[in-house]
């Protein structure tokens, strides 16, 4: 899902995954322990999304990895800006036995 929402603020991926989720504010600012008129500031980026309690909160309610909802980029992800800090790197060298023949001796 990250591809889709790479684009967007926390805030925005709370209202993106919320919808997705089926979820009224009403009903998600509830799961966490806070009022709709908070959470509809925070989708909005009227608050800063900045505590750790909080988006843990909200990503175990909307059952997404914290990652997913603060939008940090994984490795399993590759792109062509990603160039060669992946994992198909990580392979290339793993399979590459040129690279381990100057260890084994």
Request: charged share 25%; hydrophobic share 40%.
């Amino acid at each position: 899902m990250r591809g889709m929402t790479q684009h967007l603020t926390t805030g925005e991926r709370v209202a993106w995954y919320r919808h997705r989720r089926g979820l009224s504010q009403e009903v998600l600012a509830g799961l966490v322990g806070r009022t709709a008129d908070w959470l509809g500031k925070a989708e909005n980026n009227r608050i800063e999304l900045d505590r750790l309690s909080v988006i843990r909160a909200l990503a175990h309610a909307l059952d997404v990895s914290i990652g997913d909802l603060i939008g940090e980029p994984t490795l399993l992800e590759w792109s062509r800006e990603s160039g060669r800090g992946t994992v198909p790197a990580l392979r290339e060298a793993l399979m590459d036995y040129r690279l381990l023949t100057p260890l084994l001796g």
